[in-house]
C-alpha cells in the first residue's frame, strides 16, 4: 500500500508555521508609557453640554450648536469655534490664542488674543473627555 506524502507535508508545514508565530512573539514586556496631559489635551473637543453654577443643565440645542468645538494643537494654540442658528442659519464664531498647562495637567492658562488671562481647572482629562470649571460653570467635552 502506497502512503501519500502530502498529509506529513502538510502537517510539516502547519507545525513550522506555528514554530515561526511563535519564534516571532514579541517577549518585550516594555510598559507603554502613559500619556501626558499635553498629549491628552491636543485635538478637537466638542461641546456636550454646559452645566451652570445653579445645577442647569445647557446641550447644544440643534445640529448647528452641536459642530461647537474648542481646538488645542501641539504648539499651545487654541481656538474656539462656536455655532449658534440665527433664522435658519448656521453661523459661527471663532476666537484663539494660546494655551499653557500646568499643576501637572490640573490647570489651563488661556491667554487669548486679545490679552486676557484666564485660569481654568481641568476636572477630567483623557482620551475621549475634557470637563473643565470656568468660574462657576462645568464645561463637558469629547473627542
Same mark, same amino acid.
Given at each position: ?20 508565530? *511563535? *519564534?516571532?512573539?514579541?517577549?518585550? =514586556? ?9 498629549? #491628552? ?11 451652570? %453654577? ?6 447644544? *440645542? =440643534? ?14 494654540? +487654541?481656538?474656539? +469655534? ?9 453661523? =459661527? ?6 494655551? #499653557?498647562?500646568?499643576?501637572?495637567? $490640573?490647570?489651563?492658562?488661556?491667554? %487669548? ?13 483623557? $482620551?475621549?473627555?475634557?470637563? /473643565? $470649571? ?6 463637558? /467635552?469629547? $473627542?
Amino acid at each position: 500500500m502506497k502512503k501519500s506524502i502530502y498529509p506529513m507535508l502538510k502537517t510539516g508545514f502547519v507545525f513550522l508555521l506555528l514554530c515561526l508565530v *511563535a *519564534a516571532c512573539s514579541s517577549d518585550d =514586556n516594555t510598559p507603554v508609557p502613559e500619556p501626558t496631559p499635553e498629549d #491628552l489635551i491636543i485635538g478637537k473637543w466638542y461641546v456636550m453640554k454646559i452645566t451652570k %453654577a445653579d445645577g442647569s443643565i445647557h446641550e447644544p *440645542a =440643534n445640529d448647528c450648536e452641536k459642530q461647537s468645538y474648542y481646538k488645542f494643537d501641539d504648539e499651545n494654540e +487654541v481656538t474656539s +469655534v462656536n455655532f449658534y442658528l440665527i433664522d435658519g442659519d448656521c453661523l =459661527n464664531s471663532i476666537g484663539g490664542g494660546e494655551y #499653557l498647562l500646568t499643576d501637572d495637567g $490640573k490647570k489651563l492658562i488661556v491667554t %487669548a488674543s486679545d490679552g486676557v488671562t484666564t485660569v481654568i481647572e481641568i476636572l477630567t482629562l483623557n $482620551k475621549t473627555n475634557l470637563e /473643565l $470649571k470656568l468660574g462657576g460653570d462645568t464645561v463637558h /467635552l469629547k $473627542k
